[in-house]
């Protein structure tokens, strides 16, 4: 039982364009989502989060923006760059971490 | 400030035989999760320890143990391994509480045969 879903496997966005990934999840009562970058043959990277108290969290580049009522996160780049490509990972934390089953993003030049 | 460091980055093991995983906490956290991410999935909880007592438990058999020691690192084993424990296997530290983000090793990559 899945609880937290990404449904895009793979997103191909042009350099210098928004990227926007997506990401449900089950549990109205969740309140803290964390987003992870990972490259191929290392760990995955910590990039942002949110907690349910805000509706959005910027850093650099990169937002988030948690939309409670739909129980949807999404996450956007911009502008994307192809250092980018990666494959992106959604989180709830519930002591543990709960992952989507990510989103492989290639930023094409 | 160090990072998280696993060891060793590759093994092949045969099934049936045991395994031994290491990883290093990054300086200053105090819990230390173990995942498993087979291949095009996200990474899967498997057991989180706090102050070297197990604190929570994925949906492992018991064959997949781990520990915590004083310093904070840590040991996964898995016993008699089965051609489906082929993963990467990922620790993670942080610091305890609600509302903290963890950070990972480079992973373990095993593969059974």
């Known amino acids: 039982d899945q609880q937290v879903k990404q449904n895009s496997p793979s997103l191909s966005v042009q350099e210098g364009r928004i990227s926007i990934l997506n990401c449900d999840y089950t549990n109205s009562m969740f309140d803290y989502f964390l987003w992870y970058k990972k490259y191929p043959a290392e760990g995955p990277t910590f990039l942002i989060s949110?907690?349910?108290?805000?509706d959005k969290n910027e850093d650099g580049r990169f937002t988030v923006f948690l939309n409670k009522s739909a129980k949807h996160l999404s996450l956007h780049i911009v502008p994307s760059q192809p250092g980018d490509s990666a494959v992106y990972f959604c989180a709830v934390v519930i002591g543990k971490l709960v992952f989507g089953q990510g989103t492989r993003l290639t930023i094409n030049p | 400030e160090t990072g998280v460091t696993q060891s060793p980055t590759h093994l092949i093991k045969t099934r049936g035989q045991q395994v031994t995983l290491r990883c290093s906490s990054q300086?200053?956290?105090?819990?230390v999760s173990w995942y498993q991410q087979a291949l095009g999935q996200g990474p899967q909880f498997i057991f989180q320890y706090y102050r070297e007592e197990e604190n929570g438990r994925g949906n492992f058999p018991p064959r997949f143990s781990g520990l915590q020691f004083p310093n904070y690192s840590s040991e996964l084993n898995v016993n008699a391994l089965e051609l489906d424990d082929s993963a990467l296997y990922l620790c993670a530290s942080s610091f305890s509480g609600p509302y903290t983000e963890a950070f990972f090793g480079q992973g373990t990559r095993l593969t059974v045969v």
């Open positions: 949110i907690s349910s108290i805000k």
């Open positions: 300086s200053g956290h105090n819990t």
